[in-house]
């Protein structure tokens, strides 16, 4: 019994460092092949992803958003896990185009706000109805499977804008409620 369960540990180590080694490789071919520069980066895809962005002018910046579901952690807008990020998250100024890639369970979206001088991403004051104030918003991806403005972008599926940014410091959110209190936001720079 003691060697059955070393041979099953050793297994599954094994297995482990294969599908290492494979994603690393996967990885190196792709980098040196460019063939990921259009694509949504394989980690961020939900299983059954029902769309994809087209080709989309400008500097490309990867959005995820993500949650861990309903019935996790309390299954509150406050308890869900959610996070939201970028990449790159720095880019140069100019014209850009986000693609948004939803890969929790709940419906999301991504707005993008402009930082004042000396405020942080995380310190906006949330409404009654859990939101941040929208004024000023220079645009955002919340349509399914499309471009700008919807009712959202639902679970395993793509949504994306194109916008002309200025030198500064931004913020993407997600505002829907509960979900910037839950920790949907990301900071994106913008140089010279």
Do not use: F
């Not at 040196?32 to 694509?39: D, E, N, P, Q, V």
């Not at 369970?105 to 929208?134: C, M, W």
């Not at 916008?163 to 994106?188: F, W």
């Amino acid at each position: 019994m003691n060697a059955d369960r070393r041979r099953g540990s050793w297994l599954i180590v094994a297995g482990a460092v294969a599908a290492l080694v494979l994603g690393i490789a996967t990885t190196v071919l792709l980098a040196g092949t460019g063939a990921s520069r259009h694509a949504v980066p394989a980690a961020w895809r939900a299983p059954g992803v029902r769309c994809s962005a087209p080709a989309m002018p400008g500097t490309v910046v990867d959005v995820a958003v993500s949650d861990m579901g309903p019935g996790m952690m309390g299954g509150a807008p406050g308890g869900y896990g959610m996070r939201l990020w970028a990449r790159p998250a720095t880019v140069s100024a100019g014209l850009l185009s986000l693609r948004v890639v939803n890969t929790g369970a709940t419906v999301h979206e991504v707005v993008v706000l402009p930082l004042p001088s000396g405020q942080g991403i995380g310190e906006r004051l949330t409404g009654p109805d859990g939101k941040v104030d929208e004024a000023g918003s220079l645009g955002e991806a919340s349509r399914t499977c499309g471009t700008g403005e919807g009712h959202g972008i639902a679970p395993g599926a793509v949504g994306w804008t194109t916008l002309t940014l200025r030198p500064g410091r931004y913020e993407l959110v997600c505002n829907l409620p509960g979900h910037y209190l839950a920790g949907m936001y990301t900071e994106l720079v913008v140089s010279r």
